[in-house]
């Protein structure tokens, strides 16, 4: 299936980049990717200088929403998260401008960007027909497939298309009790779309032509859920499910056409149905890697979605989603400000480590390991440079100072590890003891 | 066991208050605590206007830490925290206070809040010797009871008492290869004290006078954990599972006597070790509720450890653990704000919701629906009420408004709801749908 692509130097260069951030060979690398287990989003006009790998036996990774929207147009704040997110250790941004220049905005974004760059050229599409048409519903299949050349020409690592929607699943959706309809912009777009011209979406009417458009760029495609719910009253539900399967049959005609590709998941699911969801899309879609937004373990959480969905991810990742696509405070309520992001990205990554950590993926617990020390040492240096957001850790600690030397002003005199220091003092440092080995004495 | 407090009126007439709340007969709440499987926190000589319920087949609880430390002495800001804890929901606080005047903080403490109150006397008792005798070293047994006696008087509804810690656990844990020894300021004490003065832990030598003051005033009794892990790599290890072993002997010995039972928890556990770990607790300590910090999934997550213990809080309610004691973004760096303990709070509602959703607890999705209603209408106002925390929802909604009527920032005009409105109008909201019951298309 990935002959040619396996075959390509500047992929397997950029491959062993990933395999290196990976620690793991090149070659088993491209193996996972031959089997479609995993992909290294790539476009074959650019040089990424820091790309990753996503799929199986690999760590958790996480993508970043940038991006205007109509009513917040500001490129230098969408650079500044773009910044953010390569500082904090993302794995792949997105621009899902919808606001400005598109053209301008993305092209800035690629150029400023060492992280993989994804998009969702419906949005493009649509906003293009408003403009020359003055609707979006005027929008044609030759404006999409302009919109999806020019992406791929600009550079695009990797396009959202939103192909599960057709004929069949909307049918599925139309009969359904769903309490929260559609949810995803691409998706209400295509639907809306779809009802108005009573046409096929094109994207999967013509699948052939994204597909020759992906291969041609070396574009990942990562198969769009129009369809996930909005609630968890619709999580699991009939139309996710009907789509889902359509998405596992488009999987297939993209492997054999040689495009990389990867499934968008929910969304909203509570956190019993989590494990679930993960094996539905591993057997429905052939192990390919599976990108979730979340998921929402509740619907309440806004102003703290960033919580709600790390709760959701950790637990994703666990049970098999490759890629958490983070989520920030704002989600539901407003356009994310730069803190919003930082606040998104932190989340996410402690929701991917954590999910890390417990599959055991080797050297996971690394840095944990190194934080505990420090902690023994009370070494607050190093505690900061440990810690996930070392410039958070830091403001917090200088902004409250002890009167008693190294320890922190929650407990004060009181810290346990001071206190155990001065009755324990020699005590050494334990060696390494695996995580998955535990004390028997409980059995 | 538990025949004189099931008979006394005052304790019936909160215990039906704290089943109103639950939605359940205040009958069958008390069977729960006649089985030691449930407990209501209440002092003889406080009346709680806010009662909660804590154990098997009940909404998940949340506790706060409120309390000065010797660093930060504001008794304004901790009552602060304690209006927002009620404000938010929160089930329990306890007064943590490390520093000022004890006796005065926690007078206030007790007199203003409208929820259960816990502490731990062995900080009182501590600070006192080291007042009086020059440090805690000296602090004597009688010191120790003079404090349990003085809180008990004082209306303490719930004591925290490290009584798992004597000489064999000690043993455990001065031959295990722990990593972070010892997390716990109480246990930290205890050790110091214990190691130092070469005798017993008092509140085990002589927990039949903790016993004694617990049921002359009907206190209920968290047997702390001072063993806890505080790392990841120290979770589920042998002194951890020999003082809970202790614990769950002790659970029988309060169970005699009649006093209310619950054990405290970890601390920092992978995410794979969680389930276990709550199992282990109803077993050992056979059913007694499970009260945990946290727990942490990574120990790197200082300056937002409300988000790492909110994803371990979920998963270990949903396996089991009945309280979740919240975590502030300061934890391991500094004393809490008040927006610390806001976001503290929050993230640990998020999680004992997100639970109690997954548990299938009766109409605990009720809010969730309202929201996705709301969402459907895009009614900002209802969303607003239906937030976990509308003030921090009206706070971002307000702070960024959009051109188009009645959508948010973040998609603007192409919100995925209103596109969905203008196409399919009249779609009727479907009827409730079991959370458990679902599509069956896929299997």
New interface residues.
Partial sequence: MYNELLRDEHFRATAALAAEKEKISCETLLKSVAAGRCVIPLNNRRQITSPCGIGENLSTKINVNLGT????INLKAELEKLALAVDLGADAVMDLS??GDLKKIRRSILEASPLPVGTVPI?EA?MGAQKKRGSFLKMEAEDIFDVLEGQACDGVDFFTIHCGINKKSLE?FLK??????????G???L??WM??NGKENPLFEYFDRVLDIARRYRITLSLGDGMRP?????????P???E??ELGKLTQRARKAGVQVIIEGPGHI????IKKNME?EKK?CDGAPFYVLGPL????????D???G??GG??AA?YGADFLCYLT????????SVEDTRQGI??SK??A???D????LKGA?G???L???A??HRDWQK??R????PK??K???L??????KGV??????????R??D???PT?P?????P?GK??K??H
Same sequence: chains 1, 2.
């Fill in positions: 929207s109509p009513d917040k919808l606001g949005y649509a599925v359904s009790r769903r309490l929260l309809d559609i949810v995803s912009r998706g209400a777009i639907v809306n009802r108005k909005g609630c968890i009253a619709d999580a699991t539900d009939a996710q499910i009907a889902l399967k509570p956190l019993h149905e539905l429905i373990v509740t619907d309440i959480g806004a102003g703290y960033h919580i709600t790390a709760i950790a637990l666990y405070p704002a989600e539901h309520i407003r356009h994310p932190v989340a402690i929701a480590h954590a999910a950590i417990a599959r055991g617990a840095q944990d390991r934080m505990a020390i902690r023994k505690q900061i440990c810690a996930i957001d958070k850790t403001e917090y600690k902004s409250s100072k002890p009167k008693t922190c002003t929650m407990c004060g005199e009181f810290c346990s590890i206190l155990i001065t009755c324990l005590r440092i334990a060696k390494g003891r995580t535990k004390a004495s409980h």
